[in-house]
């Protein structure tokens, strides 16, 4: 079982940053596989990065390439997701997400993942 708490959300104005925090409970963090996840207002959960137990991180989507990066602190059990270049279409709920898949990838859909947190709120005002 692994219980999953963001922080880090806010109002920001657009083209500024943000930084995003994830902390799990438990002492197998390094056996997880971390995803990011956002829902804006009417709209799909969508995947925004993951990384996976190794570090690995797959290829970003476009809606946030060179806009955002994903790193992991196994000693601090943490997950963050450092945000720049910040636009209102950034604005919605940002999720962390973890899964013990056996896959050497960290999986890109949500239904690859089986715990996760409350979520932290994002505004970016225009």
């Known amino acids: 079982q692994v219980q999953l708490v963001e922080s880090g959300g806010g109002l920001v104005q657009s083209g500024g940053s943000l930084r995003l925090s994830c902390e799990a409970s438990?002492?197998?963090?390094?056996?997880?596989?971390m995803g990011w996840f956002r829902q804006a207002p009417e709209k799909e959960r969508e995947w925004v990065l993951c990384?996976?137990?190794?570090?690995?991180?797959?290829k970003s989507p476009d809606s946030v390439k060179g806009r955002f990066t994903i790193f992991r602190d196994n000693a601090k059990n943490a997950v963050n997701l450092q945000m720049k270049f910040l636009k209102p279409e950034d604005t919605a709920t940002y999720y962390c997400?973890?899964?013990?898949?056996?896959?050497?990838?960290?999986?890109?859909?949500?239904?690859?993942?089986?715990?996760w947190g409350k979520g932290t709120l994002v505004t970016i005002s225009s």
């Open positions: 990384i996976s137990r190794r570090g690995f991180i797959p």
């Open positions: 997400a973890a899964t013990g898949d056996a896959a050497n990838m960290c999986p890109t859909d949500r239904t690859g993942y089986n715990y």
């Open positions: 438990g002492r197998t963090f390094s056996r997880y596989h």
